[in-house]
């Protein structure tokens, strides 16, 4: 079973930045295509973004053109680059195969406010 570790969030301010990182353990992240979720308090799970083996992206339009996704085969680890940050991101971000193949790790606490 593959364990995803998701680390980087935090607290900032609405307009600033954070970068999230998923690490897998073993090398099966490789051969998938990988999302980033988020779940805010009283909603249902969303993904983000998410990211083919080769490199091809997809976003949801509520971060496009402020969020990228990223990852390194080579790390089996993955990126999230958030930029121009709303309250409305607000959440805990999560990391998983697109398709949600694998158990879910603890995640990161992203909080945007001033």
């Known amino acids: 079973q593959v364990q995803l570790v998701e680390s980087g969030g935090g607290l900032v301010q609405p307009g600033g930045s954070l970068k999230l990182s998923c690490a897998a353990s073993g090398n099966a992240f490789r051969i998938y295509t990988m999302g980033w979720y988020r779940q805010a308090p009283g909603k249902q799970r969303e993904l983000v973004a998410h990211?083919?083996?080769?490199?091809?992206?997809n976003y949801a339009d509520s971060v496009k053109g402020r969020f990228t996704i990223s990852r390194d085969n080579t790390k089996n680890t993955m990126y999230l680059q958030m930029n121009s940050l709303k309250p409305e991101d607000t959440a805990v971000y999560y990391c998983?195969?697109?398709?949600?193949?694998w158990g879910w790790g603890q995640g990161t606490q992203v909080t945007v406010s001033s």
């Open positions: 998983n195969t697109y398709g949600n193949r």
């Open positions: 990211i083919t083996p080769g490199g091809s992206t």
